[in-house]
Antibody, heavy 118, light 109 residues
Framework: EVQLLESGGGLVQPGGSLRLSCAAS????????MSWVRQAPGKGLEWVSL????????YYAGSVKGRFTISRDNSKNTLYLQMNSLRAEDTAVYYC???????????WGQGTLVTVSS | QSALTQEASVSGTVGQKVTLSCTGN????????VGWYQQISHGAPKTVMF??SLPSGIPDRFSGSKSGTTASLTISGLQPEDEADYYC???????????FGGGTKLTVL
């Protein structure tokens, strides 16, 4: 059974940093691209970032480019999202997601809430 | 404003067939398969369709199709448990980003 368990969310001040983690199990982690998708309170889903299976290729939404960094440790079956220079508009539930092929999504985690506020 | 356009709301009665649409352009839907995601009461999303492939565990009353730059999700034999928000998504090669629609709220009357 595929499981994706996010952690690392919480309250952070504007301009601060936070690192999210996603522990994956139930599949061969290194064989699949992974993504982060977020949802602001009362809003729709927003794609954030994608990383290839081996970690050599990454993509970012324009709204987070230069501030967020996606990475993975295939030896630990863990996906990360390093978030710097956080803004109020980054407040959202962040979901970790496993691809079927590449940009698509097959499985979703339960999400972790990030709140950026002073 | 979302890159993909979905109806804000759609409703249907139990047993009815409903179709949700997702419109994009040649850079996204016109070039890539589309995924459909169900979200009930702001819980974690669940994938109900990718392209025209049904994930395991999803009832076969769900089906997907695409024509040009518009993708569709059809639910045949609507059930009360289908009431949810539905989002479409794909890749946009001009942006080099994933893109989502704004979501459709499906109400089962």
């Amino acid at each position: 059974e595929v499981q994706l368990l996010e952690s690392g969310g919480g309250l952070v001040q504007p301009g601060g940093s936070l690192r999210l983690s996603c522990a994956a199990s139930g599949f061969t982690f290194s064989n699949y691209a992974m993504s982060w998708v977020r949802q602001a309170p009362g809003k729709g889903l927003e794609w954030v970032s994608l990383i290839s299976g081996r970690g050599g290729t990454t993509y970012y939404a324009g709204s987070v480019k230069g501030r967020f960094t996606i990475s993975r440790d295939n030896s630990k079956n863990t996906l990360y999202l390093q978030m710097n220079s956080l803004r109020a508009e980054d407040t959202a539930v962040y979901y970790c997601a496993k691809a079927i092929y590449y940009y698509d999504i097959e499985y979703w985690g339960q999400g972790t809430l990030v709140t950026v506020s002073s | 404003q979302s890159a993909l356009t979905q109806e804000a709301s759609v409703s249907g009665t139990v047993g009815q067939k409903v179709t949700l649409s997702c419109t994009g352009n040649s850079n996204n839907i016109g070039s890539y398969d589309v995924g459909w995601y169900q979200q009930i009461s702001h819980g974690a999303p669940k994938t109900v369709m990718f392209g025209n492939s049904l994930p395991s565990g999803i009832p076969d009353r769900f089906s997907g199709s695409k024509s040009g730059t518009t993708a569709s999700l059809t639910i045949s034999g609507l059930q009360p448990e289908d009431e949810a928000d539905y989002y479409c998504s794909t890749w946009d090669y001009s942006l080099s980003e994933g893109v989502f629609g704004g979501g459709t709220k499906l109400t089962v009357l």
